[in-house]
């Protein structure tokens, strides 16, 4: 199989074994896409950047085939820890389903040991638009995405004196599940070789659900926007910065906007890795007495084709 | 500050429209990734690889491949302001007859940004020539399957579809 890599921009991820070696062919998948347009698993699972979703499907299947990815991303920030799995599908150029996975971590202040976990399907279906071909027009590629998110509680309160809290709910919000809802808009500017990314999000997210959805605060839809841009190095390196702004729903909380830095690195179009410097803004100060940004190194593998 | 960085984005893409519409002065793409001797090398260089290529040589299996990379150089020469005249068919008439997907489109690229590799062009001018190559996707890839009768040649295939 040629391995004539594609560049990638984005937070990326990762998973063994999924027999992409031989994925040539394989039940149809082509890989046959442009360069840098594969896209990564961003935070919620959807092909994009590590925060912030793009407008592209995931994989490398073209507009008559079929890619797929898995990935796995770990985040360590100061006092909190992220893991997130997942795999996403991507059809026709068209549409993409993803899941996604998220097991979180405290790992500092008093609230040391705290966890909770949760569940993300999305899908998202692309408008109109061709980011790589329409080079002579202005128009951007446009998707519009759903994530939905089912939180499963939290664990090991008792540990850190808050016995009896199973639940974010118990903290102020307002319910345990909620539906993101976004659109995107992808200009890769080629003959710049920059990646220019543009997203509104519907969302009631404490924390990207983790803290559940809606809160003492606010318990109604925010839209918040975000953004991507991503310098090409060569075919199979890129570096950029990502920005996502978020709702303030819980008064235990003092959520903010979150940034990062990243370098994707795609040896081949099977592989590829992200090493990104993430910083959240204040994570549950009011809450843990901590008020300090909640900044980290973001490391996601991806595998797929 | 989110907000500032946000700007800060926008102004990013509209500092890429101002770059991108600008021409002018100065020398031509053409000159800045090295002129005939250059791209005469890229063109060679990509004849070969594309041969080997089994994703996309059979697509070009009547071609006359001389005359192809001929007609390659001077495409490119004159899309970077090499003063070049195009003297082959316009990219609809030239690939009717052929089911060419944007699989094969795509893998042709790829075919010329490894091209340029293997000549040393610095990979910031080869997105600059892919930039001017990509839009000709509309038509070179086909929405629907070519004809039988038109791919074997017995019907003449349809006039370009109005923009």
């Known amino acids: 199989m040629r391995a004539v890599a594609l560049l990638c921009y984005g937070l990326g991820s990762w998973v063994a074994g999924v ?25 919620e699972g959807a092909g994009g950047g590590g925060l912030v979703p793009l407008a592209l499907i995931t994989g490398y299947g073209s507009s008559d085939s079929w890619g797929a990815n898995a990935h796995f991303t770990n985040i360590q920030l100061k006092d909190f820890q992220l893991r997130t799995y997942g795999a996403a599908v991507g059809a ?8 996604t996975r998220h097991e979180f971590d405290v790992t500092g202040t008093a609230l040391d040991g705290l966890g909770t976990a949760q569940d993300i399907v999305g899908v998202k279906v692309r408008l109109w638009g061709n980011a790589v071909y329409q080079q002579d027009s202005w128009v951007p590629q446009l998707a519009v995405g759903a994530e939905y998110q089912k939180n499963e509680g939290i664990t090991n309160a008792a540990n850190v004196g808050l016995a009896g809290v199973v639940s974010a709910k118990q903290l102020g919000a307002s319910s345990e599940h909620g539906t993101d809802y976004y659109i995107a808009a992808t200009k890769i500017f080629l003959a710049q070789s920059l990646v220019v990314n543009v997203a509104v999000r519907a969302t009631k997210a404490n924390e990207f659900g983790l803290l559940g959805f809606g809160g003492d605060l606010k318990n109604t ?20 910065s990502e920005i996502r702004t978020r709702p303030h729903n819980l008064s235990i909380d003092d959520e903010s906007t979150g940034y990062d830095v990243f370098a994707a690195w795609a040896p ?15 994570i549950l100060g009011p809450a843990t007495g901590v008020n300090r940004h909640q900044d980290g190194p973001y490391i996601s593998v991806q595998a797929g084709f | ?25 100065g020398p031509t793409l053409y000159d800045r990734i090295g002129g005939e001797a250059k791209l005469r090398a890229t063109v060679h260089e990509f004849v070969l690889i594309m041969e080997s290529d089994d994703r996309i040589n059979f697509t070009f299996a009547n071609t006359d491949l001389k005359k192809f990379e001929q007609l390659l150089f001077e495409q490119i020469c004159n899309l970077t302001d090499g003063g070049c005249k195009y003297t082959g068919r316009d990219m609809y008439t030239s690939h009717a007859k052929l089911n060419i ?8 690229a790829e075919d010329l940004y490894e091209a340029f590799d293997r000549v040393h062009v610095p990979y910031r001018l080869q997105n600059k020539v892919v930039a ?4 000709m ?10 004809p039988q009768d038109v791919a074997e040649g017995k019907v003449p295939p349809p006039p370009r579809p109005a923009k």
């Not at chain 1, 070696?21 to 082509?30: H, I, N, P, Y």
């Not at chain 1, 026709?92 to 899941?99: F, I």
């Not at chain 1, 081949?268 to 204040?282: E, R």
């Open chain 1, 19 to 43: 027999g992409v070696a031989t994925a040539e062919g394989f039940l149809g998948a082509d890989q046959g896409k442009f360069l840098l347009t594969a896209g990564f698993s961003q935070l």
């Open chain 1, 92 to 99: 026709l150029d068209r549409v993409e389903v993803s899941y």
């Open chain 1, 221 to 240: 839809y925010s839209f918040k926007p975000e953004g991507t841009v991503a310098y090409l190095l060569t075919r199979r390196l890129a570096v950029g």
């Open chain 1, 268 to 282: 081949t179009k099977n592989i590829s890795l992200v090493a990104a410097y993430l910083n959240l803004g204040g």
């Open chain 2, 1 to 25: 500050m989110a907000r500032r960085i946000l700007g800060c984005l926008l102004l990013a893409a509209a500092g890429v429209a101002g770059s991108a519409a600008a021409g002018g002065g």
């Open chain 2, 101 to 108: 997907t944007n699989a094969q489109f795509n893998a042709l």
């Open chain 2, 132 to 135: 001017l190559l990509a839009p």
């Open chain 2, 137 to 146: 996707q509309r038509d070179v890839v086909k929405d629907q399957a070519v």
